[in-house]
């Protein structure tokens, strides 16, 4: 029976799957708010479920097939890996795998494996002869067939959710899948090429957009911020941060002119961000009551309330006005 009915339609329905699980994927990291986190996440989830729930019919797909080339073999194993590794982060909340002084945490296994997958299966789907679907394949129960898999779907990651609750403990778990950390534990991170700078503090000064503020200036206009740092390699941390409102730094003539506000490190590394947020960005100079350390961006810091760690520019240089709009650069910082 499974044998008979492999095939177009298992493939059809893989490759949207796998499609739908990078594309919410990606998304994912995007989104930083409540709602639109919950809606990636579980939709990842439940297009990540969907492709196990499809091994059965695609396995016999594979027996069938006289040979398997290499970037099917490739292809097969990024994806459980991929899969195992997403799973492992969920039940695991947040922690690292040491190999040897290479430390890596389950999203960073599972983020790696998409990125590399993603060749291996444009290579896989292009060399492959075109699979037309056929009118008859979108026939009435098709359709109603979907729709079971899809409730049946949701049920599966309505029950992992609950033994993902149960494996992390008083870990906890926000809307993206992040594992809660201390304030104080919060650790040094890099984006992905990034270095920590060795910066002196006494002679520091951050350009605002003209303006020559030194720390101890924008200490002394500092007010305190809650906020959650969530980084996207899987962890979160609430802390109570000091910092000066960027709006309240700036003209308002000049700030209602502009389109966007880039925001640079002494890196190099680069955030622009639509000049709405003005009045929610902050320049952070201490955290928890203490100054910051050099690995979590001393002197100066952004913090972006609602957006993911990797907008929160550390070592921040400086912070411009701009005409280009905010979606004018890489969705993801290069280094
Ligand atoms: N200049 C610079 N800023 C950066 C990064 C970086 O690599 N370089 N990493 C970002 C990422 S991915 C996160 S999650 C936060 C982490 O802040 P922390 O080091 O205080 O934990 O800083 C962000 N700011
Ligand atoms: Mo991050």
Not at 282 to 295: D, I, K, N, Q, V
Not at 308 to 332: E, M, T
Request: proline residues 5%; aromatic residues 8%.
């Amino acid at each position: 029976m499974a044998r008979r009915r492999a095939g177009r339609k298992t493939n059809a329905a893989l490759f949207l799957l796998l499609v739908g699980a990078f594309a919410s994927g990606v998304l994912a990291f995007t989104a930083g708010t409540p709602v639109p986190a919950t809606f990636t996440t579980v939709a990842h989830g439940v297009f990540g479920l969907g492709v196990i729930g499809l091994v059965p019919w695609k396995s016999v797909i594979i027996r069938r097939a006289r040979r398997i080339p290499f970037a099917g073999w490739s292809l097969i194993v990024l994806v459980v890996v991929c899969l195992v590794a997403g799973i492992v982060q969920m039940l695991g909340g947040y922690g690292w795998l040491g190999v040897g002084p290479i430390r890596v945490s389950p999203i960073q296994v599972h983020v790696g494996a998409a990125l590399i997958g993603v060749v291996a299966f444009a290579w896989h789907v292009l060399r492959r002869r075109r699979q037309r679907l056929r009118p008859t394949d979108v026939s009435r129960r098709a359709v109603l067939r979907t729709g079971v898999f899809g409730l049946g779907l949701g049920a599966a990651y309505v029950a992992l959710l609950g033994v993902a609750s149960g494996t992390r403990g008083d870990k906890g778990r926000v809307e993206t899948g992040s594992g809660r950390l201390d304030a104080d534990a919060i650790p040094a991170t890099i984006w992905l090429f990034d270095h920590i700078p060795t910066l002196d503090a006494t002679t520091y000064r951050v350009d605002v957009a003209g303006r020559s503020l030194s720390p101890g200036e924008l200490t002394d206009l500092a007010q305190p911020v809650r906020a959650r740092l969530d980084c996207t390699s899987g962890w979160y941390a609430e802390a109570t941060w000091e910092g000066a409102r960027v709006a309240d730094l700036m003209d308002a003539g000049a700030l209602a002119a502009a389109r966007s506000i880039e925001i640079t490190s002494t890196t190099g590394y680069t955030r622009r961000f639509p000049i709405t947020d003005a009045g929610s960005l902050w320049l952070a100079t201490r955290c928890e009551g203490r100054a910051l350390s050099a690995g979590t961006g001393a002197p100066v810091r952004l913090v972006a309330p609602g957006r993911r760690g990797f907008w929160w520019v550390k070592w921040v240089a400086s912070v411009q006005l701009s005409d280009v709009p905010a979606w004018a650069q890489s969705p993801f910082p290069p280094q």
